[in-house]
């Protein structure tokens, strides 16, 4: 069977605003900052993705019917939220196209929310939170919301994609990855990472629920997780442990 890598984005956004992009990758850092979000903050939805390259999947709601990938928002704030992993073949044609769509829109930048799991997770109370910056003046926004910079080594997945696209395209864009598990869902590391995007954005999401409902989140995202998994083993997720070998 043959299938097409045309990604379609079905809806329209809100010009000048921020586009959050939060989807399955490691310790579903991104999903549940995403779906927190978009939550806490009432966003309705707005948009939606088409492929072929997504799974045969809808989601049911209330007894209404929804599409698992889409766009939530309100003048100033767009979310791009995922129910189900983004496979390795979507990778690309997804990333491009959000970006594209984003430009079209007339989006004020990105930022994409993801996990950089480390093997000593468990030992850590608080994970940290450290920044990529596309240009420099976002190196600036960075330092004053006190994210620290992430400065050696690799990140593999779908933020890497739109990063590398937005900054090829001109769109600024900003990188938040929180310390997490790498195969287990991370509320913590969630919560932490939306307590840095309040700073640079000057928001005031409440990321009390995320803590005090953990475990409960754990065991609600843990297929998602599993399916997440096997599809980060397919992305050579690991090589985010290894350091590049021009700076060894």
């Keep these: 069977m043959v299938f097409s890598l045309d990604v379609k984005i079905v809806g329209r956004g809100f010009k000048d605003s921020w586009l959050i992009v939060g989807l399955p990758d490691a310790g579903l850092v991104g999903a549940i900052s995403a779906a927190h979000i978009v939550k806490a903050l009432g966003l309705e939805a707005i948009a939606h993705v088409e492929s072929e390259l997504l799974p045969p999947v809808i989601v049911v709601h209330q007894s209404r019917v929804y599409d698992p990938v889409r ?16 496979h390795p073949s979507l990778v690309y044609p997804l990333g491009r196209s959000v970006i594209d769509w984003a430009i079209k829109e007339g989006v ?60 090829r395209r001109g769109l600024p864009s900003i990188m938040l990855l929180a310390q997490c598990f790498l ?24 990321v009390k629920p995320l803590l005090d409902e953990a475990e409960m989140i754990r065991v609600r995202t843990r297929e998602l997780m599993k399916r997440t998994a ?12 290894e350091v590049p070998l021009m700076y060894t």
């Design 71 to 86: 766009f939530f928002g309100r003048e100033g704030l767009m979310v791009l939220s995922s129910e189900v992993p983004v």
């Design 108 to 167: 004020k930048g990105i930022i994409t929310i993801t996990g950089i799991a480390i093997p000593n997770r468990l030992d850590i109370e608080v994970p940290e939170v450290y920044g990529i910056a596309g240009a420099t003046e976002l190196s600036d926004v960075l330092t004053k919301a006190n994210v620290k910079s992430f400065e050696e080594g690799f990140v593999v997945g779908p933020a890497a994609i739109m990063m590398r696209e937005g900054i």
């Design 183 to 206: 195969e287990y869902p991370d509320p913590g590391a969630a919560a932490q990472a939306l307590l840095a995007l309040n700073k640079i954005l000057g928001l005031e999401i409440d």
């Design 230 to 241: 096997e599809a980060l083993k397919q992305m050579k997720k690991t090589h985010e442990y």
